[in-house]
């Protein structure tokens, strides 16, 4: 089945630092690639996204290329701030399974913190 | 109100009471999902309805039961639940999105269920 693998957490770094989390997949066909972000107490929101291979996904700040050849969708910053902590989720979607229903399939999450 | 509200935020229930999870809709989206979190763990797919109907249970236990009386609500009844059923519990929506493509979900912020 669909996997999804991140680099494991927590990530510290100081604030105007320079960001990357890692995350590779499996999946067959061809998914749709995601990145989403919960912020302490909050449910998760969509950060950005790629649907085929070599689109960039970016929003905020951060990018992600969607790299069908290393099966990868890394997430970079060029300089995180302090709002920026928060725990960053990769995932993918699963084909579509009734009608206009889609899973995403997640990755376990990194928690980044930034210090001032 | 806009996107997904989720109520009650908090909820502590003991191991014999029934409660319900509420989530309502405003986007318009034909499916919706409920996702378990909890620490240390991927998120979990519980249930997916697609216009109404449930089209994916994924073996969760027989004390949750989910109801979708129309495409804009979703509730999650709850009897007879453990402790190690303590979590962030997450309601998502979903449409198709441009040209047929799968947009993402948007999430609720979730309610943290403690059970004791």
């Known amino acids: 089945g669909n996997s999804v693998t991140q680099m494991e957490g927590p990530v510290t770094l100081s604030e105007e630092a320079f960001l990357t989390i890692n995350c590779t997949y499996t999946a067959t066909g061809y998914p749709s690639l995601f990145w989403y972000v919960q912020y302490p107490g909050e449910g998760l929101q969509l950060l950005l996204k790629a649907t085929k291979a070599d689109d960039k996904g970016s929003n905020k700040g951060f990018e992600a290329t969607y790299r069908k050849e290393t099966t990868s969708f890394h997430l970079e910053k060029g300089s995180v701030q302090v709002s920026d902590s928060a725990v960053y989720f990769c995932a993918l979607s699963d084909p579509p399974s009734g009608a206009g229903s889609y899973q995403l399939t997640f990755g376990k999450g990194t928690k980044l913190s930034v210090i001032p | 109100e806009t996107g997904v509200t989720q109520t009650p935020r908090h909820l502590v229930m003991g191991m014999t009471n029934k409660k319900s999870l509420k989530c309502e809709q405003h986007l318009g989206h034909n499916a919706m999902y409920w996702y378990k979190q909890s620490a240390k763990k991927p998120l979990e797919l519980m249930f997916v309805y697609s216009l109404e109907e449930r089209v994916e249970n994924n073996s969760v236990p027989s004390r949750f039961s989910p109801e979708c009386p129309n495409s804009s609500h979703l509730f999650l009844h709850l009897h007879t639940l453990q402790p190690e059923d303590s979590a962030l519990y997450l309601c998502?929506?979903?449409?198709?999105?441009?040209?047929?493509?799968?947009?993402?979900?948007?999430f609720g912020s979730g309610t943290r269920l403690t059970v004791v």
């Open positions: 998502a929506s979903s449409h198709l999105g441009d040209r047929g493509r799968f947009g993402g979900y948007t």
